[in-house]
């Protein structure tokens, strides 16, 4: 089994330290930090996700799987800075104004970033001008945005006026997600797409950047 066949089983096993050590080896042998993440990383992420959405897989496992892929991104980010390997799309992601839930989001975020997309994480309880203020700075392909609660949901509305009223929503996609949003809601408030869990979001990207 090569290397990269390893640190592809480590991800899919959930051994955050057997991640970051076989990722060490292979940079010490020569191996490519493209390659590690195009053919270790995004194919294990890709099979959890997929295993999640047949049923063989749940959530405990998932997180497993995307913090020992994200232990080994760590030991590789101090070589992508300057790099020539492009992130596929960049998010804006957060939990909306209200909301103190995170769980969700960070698998989410984790998941993307397996996915080989660059993730601005926002944290909880972002108010709408928080997300402005992001797509300004960070000028990204998508916002995404999270609430567990029924009454915090209403605030993805307000951050899809509030970007409307700063003349940026023709400028990204917004998704959003969590246990009580529906497609029927995503429509409702004008969000370009519903994500039922994180593979879906991460579907949801890939589709759109294809």
Do not use: C, W
């Amino acid at each position: 089994m090569s290397i990269l066949m390893d640190i592809g089983q480590a991800t899919r096993d959930g051994d955050q330290n057997q991640a970051a050590e076989l990722v060490r080896k292979a940079l010490e042998e020569g191996v490519e930090v493209e390659r590690i993440i195009e053919e270790a990383f995004l194919p294990a992420m890709a099979q959890v996700g997929q295993e999640f959405a047949d049923g063989v897989r749940y959530i405990p496992e998932m997180l497993l799987a995307a913090r020992a892929m994200q232990s080994g991104m760590e030991v590789l980010r101090p070589r992508l800075a300057g790099g020539k390997l492009k992130a596929k799309a960049r998010v804006v992601l957060g939990t909306v104004a209200g909301d103190l839930h995170d769980i969700g989001k960070n698998l989410v975020a984790m998941m993307m970033e397996g996915a080989g997309v660059e993730v601005i994480d926002l944290g909880i309880d972002v108010p709408p001008d928080r997300f402005v203020e992001a797509v300004k700075t960070h000028q990204p392909d998508f916002v995404a945005m999270s609430a567990l609660l029924t009454t915090t949901m209403p605030a993805m509305q307000e951050t899809i006026e509030a970007l409307e009223e700063a003349g940026l929503r023709q400028r990204v996609k917004v998704l959003i997600g969590g246990a009580p949003v529906s497609q029927k809601f995503a429509v409702q408030i004008g969000a370009d797409g519903y994500g039922a869990n994180a593979n879906d979001a991460v579907r949801l990207i890939k589709k759109t950047v294809a």
